[in-house]
């Protein structure tokens, strides 16, 4: 097996637990990194059934699952390393899920799981701009062959788009402060590279604070360049619709957006969480929470990978037609 470039699975048993994974079935890794989940649920599918594994990164490629992972191989991915037989990566967007099943010809899943964290192998790589801890390029785009970097948006977003932006995404109360600011620097040189940005911002943030609204700045912008949002609602939406009847969606979430939009399709069968009814008032919605309350990591887990202490797990099932 090749060494991973990615991070340890956050809720691994939690996560594909809630799949209750039927031998046969097919099942969808919307978000394989590492490959860690991935590896998991073919080891239970146990040489049966396919699974689907979707990234944008080519990074993610490295860790293609080869046939001395989990079980026999006749294929081979474009590097020429015999793949799993049971396994397909496909390295596109998640929001082109349900164009990529029709292209499979697959019309319904048994199961969808997604992880939603930023790995820490992107927070990791100096050269990609992700983290204020290293002087990089402000790029921070997650597929590298294509859209906006993040340093197209602080020299090229208005004062009020900007402002927007960090408040929306980052929920960052002074953000029109720091609108104001960016635009003025801007004038004088080009924001290029994430120390260019923060010696522009730093003034703002207090300092018992700085670090974690310097983190939530830089994840407004992250959002903003991988269209973040709009992709997730795409892909839930397409999830529900080719789930089958008591087919299982498992959503690991970080931040308090994308656990709305997960936890509102879920109760409403809507992003938006408006709720329909039916004549007799009852909701109609085509998902039932498994779980009321969002899994957790326990204490073990969070000394463990400090990354998971804001991850919350949602568990939902397909309900019968």
Same mark, same amino acid.
């Given at each position: 097996?090749?060494?991973?470039? /990615? &991070?340890?699975?956050?809720?691994?048993?939690?996560?594909?637990?809630?799949?209750? =994974?039927?031998?046969?079935?097919?099942?969808?890794?919307?978000?394989?990194?590492?490959?860690?989940?991935?590896?998991?649920?073919?080891?239970?599918?146990?040489?049966?059934? &396919?699974?689907?594994?979707?990234?944008?990164?080519?990074?993610?490629?490295?860790?293609?699952?080869?046939?001395?992972?989990?079980?026999?191989? *006749?294929?081979?991915?474009?590097?020429?390393?015999?793949? *799993?037989?049971?396994?397909?990566? @496909?390295?596109?967007?998640?929001? /082109?899920?349900?164009?990529?099943?029709?292209? /499979?010809?697959?019309?319904?899943?048994?199961?969808?799981?997604?992880?939603?964290? @930023?790995?820490?192998? &992107?927070?990791?790589?100096?050269?990609?701009?992700?983290?204020?801890?290293?002087?990089?390029?402000?790029?921070?785009?997650?597929?590298?062959?294509?859209?906006?970097?993040?340093?197209?948006? @602080?020299?090229?977003?208005?004062?009020?788009?900007?402002?927007?932006?960090?408040?929306?995404?980052?929920?960052?109360?002074?953000?029109?402060?720091?609108?104001?600011?960016?635009?003025?620097?801007?004038?004088?040189?080009?924001?290029?590279?994430?120390?260019?940005?923060?010696?522009?911002?730093? +003034?703002?943030?207090?300092?018992?604070?700085?670090?974690?609204?310097?983190?939530?700045?830089?994840?407004?912008?992250?959002?903003?360049?991988? &269209?973040?949002?709009?992709?997730?609602?795409?892909?839930?939406?397409?999830?529900?619709?080719?789930?089958?009847?008591?087919?299982?969606?498992?959503?690991?979430? /970080?931040?308090?957006?994308?656990?709305?939009? @997960?936890?509102? =399709?879920?109760?409403?069968?809507?992003?938006?969480?408006?709720?329909? +009814?039916?004549?007799?008032?009852? +909701? *109609?919605?085509?998902?039932?929470?498994?779980?009321?309350?969002? =899994?957790?990591?326990?204490?073990?887990?969070?000394?463990? *990978?400090?990354?998971?202490?804001?991850?919350?797990?949602?568990?939902?099932?397909?309900?019968?037609?």
């Amino acid at each position: 097996m090749e060494e991973q470039t /990615y &991070h340890i699975p956050v809720l691994l048993k939690e996560s594909i637990d809630g799949l209750d =994974i039927k031998q046969g079935g097919v099942y969808v890794d919307v978000t394989f990194g590492g490959g860690g989940h991935s590896r998991e649920i073919l080891r239970r599918l146990n040489g049966t059934g &396919h699974l689907f594994s979707f990234d944008q990164d080519e990074d993610a490629e490295r860790n293609i699952i080869s046939k001395d992972d989990t079980a026999s191989s *006749n294929n081979t991915d474009n590097t020429g390393k015999e793949v *799993n037989a049971n396994f397909t990566f @496909v390295r596109s967007n998640f929001r /082109y899920l349900k164009n990529w099943m029709r292209y /499979y010809g697959i019309e319904q899943i048994d199961g969808l799981l997604a992880d939603l964290g @930023v790995s820490s192998h &992107h927070f990791d790589d100096e050269t990609r701009g992700f983290s204020f801890r290293f002087d990089a390029p402000l790029d921070m785009r997650m597929n590298k062959r294509a859209g906006i970097t993040a340093a197209d948006i @602080v020299n090229t977003y208005d004062e009020r788009q900007l402002a927007d932006l960090f408040y929306l995404y980052g929920e960052i109360k002074n953000s029109r402060q720091i609108a104001t600011g960016i635009v003025k620097a801007r004038a004088q040189r080009n924001i290029s590279t994430t120390q260019d940005l923060l010696d522009v911002v730093q +003034t703002y943030f207090k300092r018992e604070r700085e670090k974690k609204d310097m983190a939530k700045l830089f994840q407004a912008l992250r959002i903003e360049v991988n &269209h973040e949002m709009q992709a997730l609602r795409e892909m839930l939406v397409s999830a529900t619709e080719l789930l089958k009847p008591n087919g299982r969606l498992s959503v690991i979430t /970080y931040h308090s957006l994308e656990d709305r939009m @997960v936890k509102n =399709i879920i109760k409403t069968g809507n992003i938006e969480g408006r709720r329909e +009814t039916d004549f007799f008032g009852k +909701t *109609n919605t085509p998902l039932s929470a498994v779980n009321n309350k969002p =899994i957790l990591p326990d204490n073990d887990e969070q000394e463990r *990978n400090p990354r998971s202490r804001s991850a919350k797990l949602r568990i939902a099932v397909k309900n019968d037609e």
